[in-house]
């Protein structure tokens, strides 16, 4: 069967992407007969009313989903469509309750003109009462017009699209994780839609185990604890996830939401120096890592060991002092990127996802390219574009060892990391930020290089 998606008008390189995760989560055949990120309007083949229910039931970014009666360039040709496709369907709503709206996306109509449209359509052999709140059956006329239509006075939609609702999304959910209302937060908190889109196409679900290295205040553990995966987190500075303690703080912010029963544990570590013993238990690894533009990124250890003996000695004796801050060194951006995949490829269970940010600029000549690593398969990278830069939401599958290039894997354990000495010799990211991402003068050298 066919069904009509109606998207928000948001994140358009998210919304497929997080619907064929849903699909994957919930077990459904899905294909997409068409879709453009010029629109908010997708056209799929689902088994069922059911499945389409499901599919939508959890989703950030698709508002509603309709059984398709039809699609048009013109209102004639709609309504030789619906008579032709769906009159089978008409006695089964003959008795029931109904109300049709009008969805005009980019355009606008007048009141007269709407109902003029909606009266068009009393073809349609409904005896039941017509009631514009809570009815039985609703049914809607989606219009989509050229872009600036109104100031043009354009005096047609380029297509109309008829469907009978049947599910909504949660997008609710926005406003109930806002920020704004969250007891604890830092500056580098993600945004609640992206935190739950992540989760979303990441595949966070009940029974499974997911973990952000770069937890914070929790946003995205909280995020797929919603979607019922337990979650756990650590961080380099163990401060920003005690806070200030109670409501001030990581656990704090999910007894707020009644999710405290989710929450497996938090540790301070960074991923070169963590506790946690190699074993694919992790069902998903969902994280936004510093981007070290404020300050070059840092990992715990000291540049020379021998140079700083005494302060490795006094971490010895101090480190259980709830005051106490272990000392760090410079870290490289791109190493973090494949610290970031070997971790993944060493603890995901086969099948299991890795979703991280990583920002980028966006002349094509100065991009970081997307890293990759023989264990792990790209799904899809989603893009949130600023105004000289982007980030991208790079989402991979671990594969199963039957499927990994032995020989590939092989060479990448062999190759040396090359590293640098200074902020910017270390992060190709904040040396093109802190340039305007203007081309370097006098080299050919880009992000890429």
Known sequence: MEYLIRFSQSLETFRLAEIQALAVVEGIDLEVISYSD???????????????????RRSILAQTIHEHWGTAETYDELHRIVKRETSHLWAQYKQASFKINIDAYQGSRSSERKLALINDFAYLPFDGLVILSSPDQEFTIFEQWEFDAVPRNLPDPLRIYFGRLVGHGVRELVKTYDLKKRGYISTTSMDSELALLTANIALAAPGKIFYDPFVGTGSFPIACAHFGAMGWGSDIDGRSVRGQGGAKSLEGN??????????????????????????RILDGIVCDPPYGVREGLKVLGCRDPEKDAQIVEKGKRTYRNPSFVPPKKPYSFTAMLDDILNFASDMLVDHGRLSFWMPTANDEEQEIPVPTHPCLSMVVVCTQAFNKWSRRLITYRRLPDAEVDVSALEQRKQAEQVQGRTADDLNPFRRVYFRGFKPEQGSGDNVAS
Do not use: H, I, W
């Open 38 to 56: 010029e629109s908010p309007f997708c056209l799929v083949r689902l088994p069922s009313e059911e499945a389409a229910k499901a599919l939508l």
């Open 254 to 279: 999910f007894k707020q939401y009644g999710l405290e029963r989710l929450l497996g544990d938090v540790f301070v570590s960074d991923l070169t120096n963590s506790p946690m013993r190699k074993a």
